[in-house]
């Protein structure tokens, strides 16, 4: 299989970029950037938020990053649990970093599928006669609905809290990984594979623009950006990246 690959981070109303995209080996952390466009038949990519309450997350967020891109380019394969053993590593020793967390979704060639990962509440979804939901948020609400303990329309500032996600601990937690999702997928040519943050998926709601197989990747993110800038003001806006992967052939 040959996939094209193109991917955009934008820091939309807020003061800083927390946001992080890895597209093979390149890592992108901007106030605004497309990536060039990437074929190739092998590929490894992934999406890291920075969770905003934690202390700072843009670095935790582009770590982690970095900290994929070594694992895969060692094994092949992304593994959730060494990837935490390896971020308390590298950051639970410095100043201020105790806590600071990251969710991440990630997507990779696995033999003849593509393996998808992910922890916290970036998703992944799938271009196939429309977009379809890939992943679930790992959060309190979505454990509540599990138990038929809440509804959809159940509200509560609490319920968005994440359950899943990477956290900088220095005494080893790893509970917050234990919750991690995976499926492999086969995409077909023109298929499409979507991976985004929050502030893409949640303002609007799965109601993603169509993304035809002729359509340059380029001119679907800036359309989505349009898109995401009409449903309301910059300035309520939250970072913003998306990864998109099309199967050609």
Known sequence: MTYQIQALTWRGGMPYQQDAVLVNTKIYQHK???????????????VADGVAVSPKSDITSRTLLRL???MYGEQ????????QHRLNDTLA?????DGSSSTLVCAYTDNDGVMIK???????????????????????????????LAEDGDHA???GALTGYFCVDGLGDESAVAMV???????????????????????????????TKDL????????????????????WLDNVSLIVVRCMA
């Open 181 to 211: 999702s995976h499926q492999n997928i086969k995409l077909q040519a023109g298929e499409c594979l979507l991976l985004c943050s929050d502030g893409f998926s949640d303002v609007l709601e799965g109601n993603f623009l169509p993304i």
């Open 157 to 159: 500032s609490c319920y």
């Open 118 to 148: 992910h922890l916290g509440d970036s998703r992944a979804y799938l271009y196939r006669d429309g977009w379809h939901g890939l992943t679930q948020d790992h959060s309190f609400i979505n454990e509540l609905k599990a138990q038929n």
């Open 93 to 97: 020793g410095k100043a201020g970093f």
């Open 32 to 46: 605004g950037v497309i990536s060039t466009l990437d074929e190739c038949d092998d590929f490894c990519v992934a």
């Open 76 to 83: 092949g394969s992304l593994d959730f649990d060494s990837l």
């Open 68 to 70: 994929v891109r070594q």
């Open 216 to 235: 340059p990747l380029k001119e679907w993110l800036n359309d989505s950006i349009k898109q995401l800038k009409r449903s309301g003001a910059k300035a």
